[in-house]
C-alpha cells in the first residue's frame, strides 16, 4: 500500500461523515440562507500520521482537515471528527491560523516557543476532550486581551502512549510578559488546577533546555 493511501485512509478514520439517508433528507429540503458569524481569523486544521515505517517525513505526515472562519464551520468541522481521546498512539491534531503552518522555524512561529500541558494516561478518559475543546475555543474566539490573541498562532494535541500532550503555540516576542499571559489564559480556560503546571518552551534547539514552568 502507498503512503499516499494510508495517508487518505488515515484521515477518512478520523473524519466521521453523516449517514447516506441523512444527506439524501437534506438534498430534498428547499436551501435556506444561513446566518453566519464570522471569526476574526481563518483557522486550518491538520491530522498528523504517525508513520511507524520511517518512510515519511514530518511534512508528507500532515494533511489538511479543512479550513474554517464561521462559528458555525467550527462546530461543523469539530462534531464530525474523531475526539481527540481516540486518536491513535502518536497522532495528533494541530490547529493553526491560516498562513501559519505548524512548524517551528516555519512563518510565525520562528523564534517563538510553546506551553505544553502533560497529561495522565487516565486523564484520556476524564479531561482530554474538555481540554483541548476548550484551548481551541479559547483560541478561535481570540476574546482575550490584544497582545495575547496576537501572541498565539495554534495549538497540537497529541496522543502519547503515557502522556498524551497539549500544546499552545506562541509567536516570537520581545516582551516575556505577554508569553507568561497566554500561559495564564491556557491554564484558566482550560480549568487547570493550581496544583498542576504547563511549561515553556522555545522551538529553538539552541536554547531548548530553557524552561519556564507556570
Not at 115 to 144: A, C, P
Request: proline share 3%.
Amino acid at each position: 500500500m502507498s503512503e499516499t493511501v494510508v495517508l487518505t485512509t488515515e484521515l477518512d478514520e478520523a473524519v466521521s461523515t453523516t449517514n447516506d439517508a441523512a444527506i439524501s433528507n437534506m438534498e430534498k429540503k428547499d436551501p435556506e440562507p444561513v446566518l453566519k458569524h464570522p471569526l476574526n481569523s481563518t483557522w486550518t486544521l491538520f491530522y498528523f500520521i504517525n508513520d511507524k515505517s520511517g518512510k515519511l517525513n514530518y511534512e508528507e505526515c500532515l494533511a489538511v482537515v479543512a479550513s474554517f472562519n464561521t462559528v458555525e464551520d467550527f462546530w461543523a468541522l469539530f462534531n464530525h471528527i474523531k475526539n481527540a481521546s481516540k486518536l491513535k498512539i502518536g497522532f495528533a491534531y494541530l490547529l493553526f491560523k491560516n498562513g501559519i503552518l505548524p512548524y517551528w522555524d516555519g512563518s510565525g512561529n520562528a523564534g517563538g516557543g510553546r506551553w505544553t500541558l502533560k497529561t495522565s494516561w487516565h486523564q484520556r478518559f476524564t479531561h482530554l476532550d474538555n481540554y483541548w475543546l476548550e484551548l481551541i475555543m479559547m483560541m478561535v474566539g481570540e476574546d482575550e486581551e490584544e497582545c495575547v490573541n496576537n501572541n498565539i498562532t495554534g495549538a497540537i494535541i497529541t496522543r502519547r502512549m503515557k502522556q498524551d500532550l497539549v500544546s499552545l503555540w506562541c509567536a516570537p516576542t520581545k516582551k516575556f510578559e505577554v508569553t507568561l499571559k497566554v500561559g495564564k489564559v491556557m491554564k484558566r480556560c482550560m480549568g487547570i488546577p493550581s496544583s498542576t503546571t504547563i511549561e515553556f518552551r522555545m522551538h529553538s534547539n539552541k536554547i531548548r533546555s530553557r524552561s519556564t514552568i507556570l
